[in-house]
């Protein structure tokens, strides 16, 4: 007979020992992961920022290597303006390798116009941190006559309303007198590779030139007539110009330069003169430009003046906008120049006397900026 087995009622269990995960262990494990993965990005945008601060000053470095024109143009490439190229430095007529604006023709290396007839040399003098000198540029009637025949009004239609600024455009932007002065303001960029010195030339330039209206009149309507004002070319052909035409041709010279420009107008003293780009805190009612007289030799920012009948510029001045960009430098010497010069003008006016320092600054400053005492605005 077969046994059975027999079976216990009770269950048997195994016993399993289970280890249980530390959390604190485990937290601070993923905390170290981080903790490296947060440091490796730091070390990763540290080396991102180092190596672009030094391949920036190694571009810059070695494009301040690479010979250029004081145009900005490289060695023997073509200039913006045509038809000069850059050649060891100096700007030079190649118009057989940049050729000639638009409406010229080619004439070996120059480039000519059917306006640039009946040729005359003018010597434009210009003050150059005290040191006297000129260039000789030549003129043209043909180009002169043609200005003196353009029309000085402007047809506007419907409601469209006239503004002062306008008729200022038309005349600094005149294509035919740009292209045929650029012979001066390449002569003025081959003579400084400082940009400061070149605004500084252009300024004495047109602040030298006489201060005379033109004896002409302007029909425009019946019995009615308006004083004749001047192209900025016309100012150069007859070397005299009023507040207005003056500051016009300086900003004329100033846009071609490649310096932010405008034109102040102060209505109640009915009086123009320029704004130039530079630092808000020497700009001139914290415009951002600098003001500057050009009806006589004045020192940049001084705008104190006392001109004929003791008049002074205190009026707020409406601004017009002429052109885009490059500022004067932050430590422009003509600053502090000019804070000095109104201290000692102020004092002076007063009736008092200068110190043995205050008259010899004065005399230091006539003669480096070739000053006069009263202002034909």
């Keep these: 007979m077969a046994r059975t087995k027999k079976r216990s009622g009770k269950k048997s269990y195994k ?19 981080n903790g490296y993965v947060a440091i ?14 030094n391949f920036d000053n190694f571009f810059r470095k070695n494009a301040e290597k690479i010979p250029t024109c004081n145009d900005g143009s490289f060695y023997d490439t073509c200039s913006v303006r045509k038809p000069y190229m850059c050649e060891k430095g100096v700007l030079v007529e190649s118009a057989r390798f940049c050729g000639c604006p638009d409406g010229f023709t ?13 040729e005359k040399v003018a010597s434009l003098s210009y003050l150059l941190n005290g040191e006297e000198k000129s260039f000789d540029i030549a003129l043209y009637n043909g180009l002169y006559g043609y200005l003196g025949n353009l029309s000085r009004t402007i ?12 008729f200022k455009f038309k005349k600094i932007n005149e294509r035919n007198q740009k292209e ?44 009615q007539t308006m004083d004749y004002s001047r192209y900025p070319y016309e100012v150069l052909y007859e070397n005299a110009g009023v507040c207005g035409e003056k500051s016009e041709t300086l900003t004329f010279l100033l846009k071609e330069l490649g310096f932010g420009s405008v034109l102040f107008y102060n209505q109640k003293e009915n009086h123009e003169s320029v704004g ?5 805190e020497e700009s001139y009612w914290n415009s951002g430009y600098c003001f500057v007289e050009t009806s006589a030799p004045s020192i940049i920012t001084d705008d104190e003046i006392s001109y004929v009948g003791d008049i002074k510029l205190e009026s707020k001045p409406e601004i017009m906008f002429i052109s885009e960009g490059i500022s004067l430098s932050d430590n422009l010497l003509e600053y502090n120049d000019a804070e000095d010069f109104m201290k000692i003008r102020q004092k002076l006016e007063q009736g008092k006397s200068l110190s043995q320092g205050e008259s ?14 009263i202002y034909n605005a």
């Design 15 to 33: 016993k399993v020992k289970i280890k249980a995960e530390n959390p604190r262990k485990k937290f601070s494990g993923r905390f170290v992961i």
């Design 40 to 53: 490796l990005l730091v070390v990763l945008i540290l080396a991102l920022v180092f190596f672009a601060f």
């Design 106 to 118: 080619k004439d070996g290396d120059s480039c000519v116009s059917s306006l640039m007839s009946n």
């Design 155 to 166: 047809n506007y239609n419907g409601e469209e309303k006239p503004f002062r600024v306008d």
């Design 180 to 223: 045929l002065l650029a012979p001066l303001v390449v002569a003025i960029q081959n003579s400084a590779s400082s940009k400061d010195d070149q605004a500084r030339i252009a300024i004495s330039i047109v602040q030298n030139i006489e201060f005379g209206k033109s004896n002409k009149i302007v029909e425009i309507g019946e019995n």
């Design 276 to 280: 130039i780009k530079c630092p808000v």
């Design 360 to 373: 010899k600054r004065l005399g230091e400053l006539n003669s480096k900026y070739g000053l006069v005492e």
